[in-house]
């Protein structure tokens, strides 16, 4: 996980901006003289802001981050208004989840400002925030916003160039067959199933599970990801309630050490997001510890409960995406897989511009999004590939396929290096590799029985060390010449019989 690749080490620097960005938010809401509640409301939104706020371009990113407030603003004044009214709380907070989870038809815009409605709700929860805090709330939150917006675009501008694979493609359809519209109903079902549940295990921490079953919707597409995703929820709020244990309980909400840890927390948070859901847990589940701490409220008790709640939330979720509008897995992992390639297709197209003496050629961009295509697809096939999967034919195709997408992503990264050499060369066999590389492409996303003849294979030499960027075309041609075999034949059919 801490070693995954990080392509311009783009990972790493967001999250070392995430932790100027929310530590400016809370240093601004203590010298603005705001309560406790009010700074770890400030700061949890700063962290939302950057977390996100995914849009492809800087001017983007800035609109989105201007609008937060209104979609937060009249989230809080609803919560804290329904506070001492438990059902009409309940109702609203449904109503919320289903607008949210629907408003990401309108692409990462709508997606920022639908989880940024959602966490003003269960923040007012988390903090049992009254009608009488609602003005420190709105300062604290504006405040945070401002802050995360300096370090994001004034203090520490990082250019995204490539937009964020964040809603899943392929997947066609209107009325409640539209992905977006679909999924509002599955985890609205799912949130009311955590909601009723959790209240009967607590009065006062039901939110947990409504937190757990939202969230393992985020970035889903189909049964089988969002079954696993709750899977791996789970794992990683058991592995960081064992941390808190050792950590948190210990520290009874010392202030210093405490604020150490949370920025310690929210690096984890950012930089494990991508490539390990458990581990980005894990650091939430800790997080959490060390704010009750801080609040005072923190014991062992706590803790289990926290798991309880995180339980009911993942089970609720598996019980929506089962019997609410389900959808196979298939579908969205093609669609995955083949972004992914065009993403290659793409890559290499680029490097061979650069290499020619094109200087606006940047092949820099596709690689950084391919790497984040390939984080997508091994999410789409985590149920295929996960240890207790009855699918053994299939489980040993979606392992092949994750090995050589690897394979080409490794190719990739090495050609993208050799064509920022100011001194690499170009010659025409780069050109006629290129080509078979685009054919090949081609005849793997091309609709079955209707992809033209792809190159012609014959034998060819490894290029010499000399000729490192042959050498990663070679290898390009040999990873998807070895994707046919499990991408183009039956799924049902083990390996052996098919000759890959």
């Not at 009249?74 to 506070?83: E, R, S």
């Not at 992914?340 to 200087?359: E, K, Y």
Request: aromatic letters at 8%; one cysteine or more.
């Amino acid at each position: 996980m801490f070693v995954a690749p990080d392509p311009g080490r783009t990972r790493l620097r967001n999250s070392l901006r995430a932790v100027v960005g929310v530590g400016l938010a809370v240093v601004a809401a203590e010298l603005a003289g705001l309560s406790l509640t009010a700074s770890i409301t400030g700061g949890l939104a700063a962290l939302l802001a950057l977390f996100t706020v995914l849009d492809a371009d800087v001017r983007a990113q800035r609109v989105t981050t201007a609008l937060l407030p209104a979609a937060g603003f009249p989230v809080l004044a609803l919560a804290t208004t329904l506070h001492g009214m438990p059902q009409a709380r309940d109702a609203g907070f449904l109503a919320v989840v289903f607008a949210g989870v629907y408003a990401r038809r309108w692409g990462p815009r709508g997606h920022a400002l639908g989880v940024f409605a959602f966490m003003m709700f269960f923040v007012t929860q988390f903090l049992h925030a009254v009608p009488a805090q609602l003005p420190e709330l709105f300062a604290a939150v504006g405040l945070a916003l401002l802050s995360a917006g300096a370090a994001r675009f004034v203090l520490w501008p990082i250019e995204r160039r490539t937009p964020p694979p964040a809603a899943p493609p392929g997947l066609p359809g209107t009325g409640l067959a539209r992905p977006t519209t679909r999924q509002a109903f599955q985890a609205t079902a799912a949130c009311g199933f955590a909601l009723a549940v959790g209240q009967a295990l607590s009065e006062d921490r039901w939110y947990w599970a409504v937190g757990t079953a939202w969230w393992i919707f985020v970035n889903t597409a189909s049964r089988g990801e969002t079954l696993v995703r709750g899977f791996r929820r789970v794992l990683g709020t058991v592995i960081g309630i064992a941390a808190g244990l050792l950590i948190a309980v210990p520290l009874h909400g010392a202030p210093a050490p405490t604020a150490a840890l949370v920025a310690v927390c929210v690096f984890g948070i950012f930089y494990t997001a991508a490539p390990s859901y458990s581990w980005m847990m894990f650091f939430v589940t800790v997080m959490a510890g060390l704010l009750y701490g801080l609040l005072g409220v923190l014991h062992p008790g706590l803790l289990l409960l926290r798991f309880q709640e995180t339980a009911v939330g993942a089970l609720g979720a598996s019980l929506a995406v089962v019997l609410v509008l389900p959808v196979t897995t298939h579908a969205a992992n093609d669609a995955w897989i083949q972004r992914a390639l065009h993403c290659v297709r793409a890559s290499t197209a680029a490097s061979l511009d650069r290499l020619a003496g094109d200087p606006a050629a940047d092949p820099a961009p596709h690689a950084a999004e391919l790497e984040l295509l390939l984080g997508r697809v091994r999410m789409a096939l985590a149920p295929l590939v996960h240890p207790l999967s009855p699918l053994r034919a299939r489980k040993a195709r979606a392992r092949q396929v994750l090995a050589l997408l690897d394979d080409c992503a490794r190719e990739v990264r090495g050609l993208v290096a050799v064509a920022a050499d100011p001194q690499a060369s170009h010659d025409a066999r780069l050109a006629a590799a290129c080509w078979r590389v685009e054919a090949a492409v081609e005849a793997l996303t091309a609709p079955q029985g209707t992809a033209g003849p792809a190159a012609p294979r014959t034998e060819k030499p490894r290029p010499a060390a000399a000729e490192p960027a042959l050498a990663h075309l070679h290898g390009l041609e040999e990873a998807l010449a070895a994707l046919a075999a499990p991408l183009r034949t039956d799924p049902r059919a083990p390996l052996a019989t098919v000759g890959a």
